[in-house]
């Protein structure tokens, strides 16, 4: 019972944590946060297949396809053009590659997705300090 109420803590204390980072967050740093969040759960996602637990991996890949449409939908089409485009497009086959992983318990879909992720949030940190110093999000 102790252990079950000290988890609960915790959780309730990480919920709060993340709505304060949430409220305080930039544009920018909002996305950057939505790709962290999608990277630590395919990261779960893949312990869990290790592990035989296909129930927490399929709650896991499902929030990893709910994030990756948000990613999707905050994409600017019109004014973001080729290069949204093809953003939106890689975000597609990622979230492809994500059912596949959850369907098939395929390690090898994950570990692509989190590659073309990390070369995605690397970009992403890059431009950081332009597009604030810009105020090109605001």
Same mark, same amino acid.
């Given at each position: 019972?102790?252990?079950?109420? !000290?988890? %609960? /803590? @915790?959780a309730a204390y990480q919920n709060v944590a993340i709505e304060g980072s949430v409220a305080t967050a930039d544009p920018h740093?909002?996305? $950057?946060?939505?790709? &962290?969040?999608?990277?630590?759960?395919? /990261? *779960? %996602?893949?312990?869990? +297949?290790? =592990?035989?637990?296909?129930?927490?991996?399929?709650?896991?890949?499902?929030?990893?396809?709910?994030? +990756?449409?948000?990613?999707?939908?905050?994409? &600017?089409? +019109?004014?973001?053009?080729?290069?949204? $485009? /093809?953003?939106?497009?890689?975000?597609?086959?990622?979230?492809?590659?994500?059912?596949?992983? /959850?369907?098939? &318990? &395929?390690? *090898? %879909?994950?570990? =692509?997705?989190?590659?073309?992720?990390? =070369?995605?949030?690397?970009?992403? @940190?890059? +431009?950081?300090? $332009?597009?604030?110093?810009?105020? *090109?999000? !605001?």
């Amino acid at each position: 019972m102790i252990g079950s109420a !000290r988890k %609960a /803590n @915790v959780a309730a204390y990480q919920n709060v944590a993340i709505e304060g980072s949430v409220a305080t967050a930039d544009p920018h740093g909002l996305v $950057q946060m939505l790709l &962290d969040a999608t990277i630590e759960r395919i /990261n *779960a %996602a893949r312990t869990c +297949i290790e =592990e035989g637990d296909r129930a927490r991996k399929a709650k896991l890949l499902h929030s990893c396809v709910t994030l +990756i449409a948000e990613l999707r939908g905050s994409l &600017d089409l +019109i004014r973001g053009g080729e290069l949204a $485009q /093809n953003l939106s497009d890689l975000y597609d086959y990622i979230a492809r590659r994500l059912l596949t992983a /959850n369907v098939r &318990d &395929d390690v *090898a %879909a994950l570990t =692509e997705s989190l590659s073309l992720l990390g =070369e995605i949030r690397s970009a992403w @940190v890059a +431009i950081g300090p $332009q597009v604030r110093s810009a105020g *090109a999000l !605001r």
